[in-house]
């Protein structure tokens, strides 16, 4: 349904396979287009970034984090040991160096972490989700296809060589949905 804007066509007119008999207005059809096209754009840059691993400045960022983290394991190692040898030396009690062992856990702990979010960081996103965007992909195409049969669908062509019959409508008129606008008449339909 819409608005015929332009007749190409008159009565008793020659017309030729595939020439253009008529337009409706077609900027919402157009519009919807526009916005499934979008969505098809959208849905395959979703898919290209779970195809990927975390950007550079991430792993960078989780590299310094990591480096941080092993120093730190490094500082709570030596303490540790430091606790140890006071402890045996009757210098410090065994609160401080329970403390100084479970300091050392902790880092450790932070180290082990960093270095599984390093490994995951330079692999793509889980199957599911990349198998779920490549179906988001396959419904955009869908509407983007749909789309352009209906934009198609506002500027019809002449499925036939064939003779103007009739045009039913004029410019301006309001043409409900799957009502003609031009009838057409192959020669070979002439009795």
Known sequence: AGYLRELAVTEGQQVQSDQPLFRLESSE???????????????????ADLSKGKRSEEITALEAQLGAAQAALRLSEQE?????????????????????????????????DLKAQL?????????????????????????????????AQTSPLSPVTATV?????QPGEWIPAGSPVVTLLAPEAVK
């Open 165 to 169: 019959e009739e045009t039913l409508y």
């Open 119 to 151: 490994s995951l960081a330079s692999q793509a996103a889980r199957s599911d989700l990349r198998q779920a965007a490549q179906a988001d992909i396959t419904a955009a195409e869908a509407q983007t296809g749909h789309a352009d049969w209906l934009v």
């Open 29 to 47: 059809v157009t519009s919807n287009q526009q916005t499934a096209l979008a969505s098809l754009k959208k849905a395959q840059a979703q898919a």
């Open 80 to 112: 540790l040991s430091r606790q140890q040898r006071l402890r045996q030396q009757g210098f410090s009690n065994q609160a401080t160096l329970d403390q100084a062992a479970s300091s050392r856990l902790q880092a450790q702990g932070k180290v082990r």
